[in-house]
């Protein structure tokens, strides 16, 4: 890494922005997470009869449902509407990722981690770029200086960024 260069990545096995880490040329490590709390979660749990659950926890504390179909079925508008009624609209967001359906706080998102981690960096973060190809990476590019659609995005995020890759680095 070149010295002075920062280095930061919005972790998530499937992009759902609910886990922040950063690291820099030191190695230090931090990570930040959005806690699940209420009622509503053993509600959810209890669709075992339609879904694999799995949980997502840091220590004690939950911070993401994935809740996952069988391979290539995906969650029709009734589904998540019947699923949506079990949630609280004011502490979590949900939103489908092919054959899964991923829950996490409303305070998760990429561009709220990209606000906390250049805070903390004491870095604007108008001068930061982002990458992503999907629809959670949005809020990310509306925070950064300039936003990169990876190839292979839908139509919706390369409307949002600056810049659309059309092939891969490694692809030359």
Same mark, same amino acid.
């Given at each position: 890494?070149?010295?002075?260069?920062?280095?930061?990545?919005?972790?998530?096995?499937?992009?759902?922005?609910?886990?922040?880490?950063?690291?820099?040329?030191?190695?230090?490590?931090?990570?930040?997470?959005?806690?699940? =709390?209420?009622?509503?979660?053993?509600?959810?749990?209890?669709?075992?009869?339609?879904?694999?659950?799995?949980?997502?926890?840091?220590?004690? $504390?939950?911070? =993401?449902?994935?809740? /996952?179909?069988?391979?290539?079925?995906?969650?029709?508008?009734? #589904?998540?509407?019947?699923?949506?009624?079990?949630?609280?609209? #004011?502490?979590?967001?949900?939103?489908? $990722?092919?054959?899964?359906?991923?829950?996490?706080? @409303?305070?998760? #998102? =990429?561009?709220?981690?990209?606000?906390?981690?250049?805070?903390?960096?004491?870095? #604007? !973060?108008? $001068?930061?770029?982002?990458?992503?190809?999907?629809?959670?990476? @949005?809020?990310?590019?509306?925070?950064?200086?300039?936003?990169?659609? /990876?190839?292979? !995005?839908?139509?919706?995020?390369?409307?949002?960024?600056?810049?659309?890759?059309?092939? /891969?680095?490694?692809?030359?």
């Amino acid at each position: 890494m070149l010295p002075g260069l920062i280095f930061f990545s919005l972790k998530g096995r499937d992009g759902g922005g609910q886990e922040y880490f950063f690291g820099m040329e030191n190695g230090r490590k931090q990570e930040f997470f959005c806690a699940l =709390k209420g009622s509503w979660i053993s509600a959810v749990e209890g669709l075992t009869d339609r879904c694999r659950i799995y949980r997502y926890q840091h220590g004690d $504390e939950l911070y =993401k449902l994935t809740l /996952a179909k069988p391979h290539r079925l995906s969650w029709s508008e009734d #589904d998540l509407s019947a699923i949506s009624k079990l949630l609280p609209s #004011d502490a979590v967001r949900c939103f489908a $990722e092919g054959n899964c359906l991923q829950i996490v706080s @409303i305070n998760a #998102d =990429k561009g709220k981690g990209v606000c906390h981690i250049c805070e903390l960096l004491g870095i #604007d !973060s108008a $001068e930061t770029e982002a990458v992503g190809n999907s629809d959670e990476d @949005i809020p990310m590019f509306r925070i950064c200086g300039y936003g990169i659609a /990876a190839p292979g !995005s839908g139509d919706n995020v390369k409307a949002q960024a600056d810049l659309v890759m059309v092939s /891969a680095p490694s692809e030359h």
